[in-house]
């Protein structure tokens, strides 16, 4: 069975530039969580999905970030403009409606220059 | 709010056990988590334990709560150089879908 699904894997840009992260998540799941990963502040909840509709979105940093989930097997989490501090390995993951477990896509590792 | 802390670091010879450690600070959490991140990779979900129970055990990992101290222990027997990774510690709390997580454990296998 195929995991939680992000591209891209990679992502280097330059500052001021829109960055679109992709993510699929696990079919039949509906929960999807955006996490962003760095060395100074570990593990962060950006925002999640249920059912489609953004539950909590209070991990967001500011304005230029944004996320969408237009149908239950898509979700993008946008930066507009990128700015170096986005720095960041981003983590997509996804949970089923009646089990515990959260699983996690492989990340996208994104560099801002 | 939610706090969860774990120590840095961790070495063990191979074919010892491990004992990773966790304090948490939310009396309301409902689930405890220990997942597993390899170099340049995403996290695998290893277990996770419901807070009224106080001792899980799957294959060569054992994880202890002791709810009262808010204290959760992932113990790895007859540790191999593949279990080498960071070890991560998370807490869902109450009826949130959201996880909380320590900092992370980087756990060095010697051979």
């Known amino acids: 069975d195929a995991g939680v699904i992000q591209s891209p894997r990679h992502e280097v840009t330059e500052m001021g530039q829109e960055v679109t992260l992709r993510c699929k998540p696990i079919s039949g799941h509906n929960s999807l969580f955006w996490y962003r990963q760095t060395m100074m502040r570990g593990l962060e909840l950006l925002i999640y999905?249920?059912?489609?509709?953004?539950?909590?979105d209070s991990g967001m940093p500011e304005d230029r970030f944004s996320a969408k989930m237009p149908n239950a097997s898509f979700s993008t989490l946008k930066i507009q403009p990128s700015e170096p501090r986005d720095s960041a390995v981003y983590f997509c993951a996804s949970s089923p409606h009646t089990g515990n477990e959260q699983f996690f896509g492989p990340g996208t590792r994104l560099t801002v220059l | 709010g939610e706090d969860v802390e774990q120590s840095l670091f961790l070495s063990v010879r191979e074919g010892d056990s491990s004992v990773i450690n966790c304090t948490y600070t939310?009396?309301?959490?409902?689930?405890l988590y220990w997942y597993k991140q390899e170099p340049g990779a995403g996290l695998q979900l290893l277990t996770y334990i419901f807070s009224n129970m106080d001792m899980k055990q799957d294959q060569r990992l054992t994880v202890l709560l002791n709810k009262k101290d808010k204290h959760l222990s992932l113990r790895i027997a007859d540790t191999q150089t593949g279990d080498s990774a960071i070890y991560f510690c998370?807490?869902?709390?109450?009826?949130?879908?959201?996880?909380?997580f320590g900092s992370g454990t980087q756990l060095t296998v010697l051979p």
């Open positions: 999905f249920n059912n489609n509709v953004p539950i909590d």
């Open positions: 998370a807490e869902r709390a109450g009826s949130a879908r959201q996880l909380t």
């Open positions: 939310d009396s309301s959490s409902t689930y």
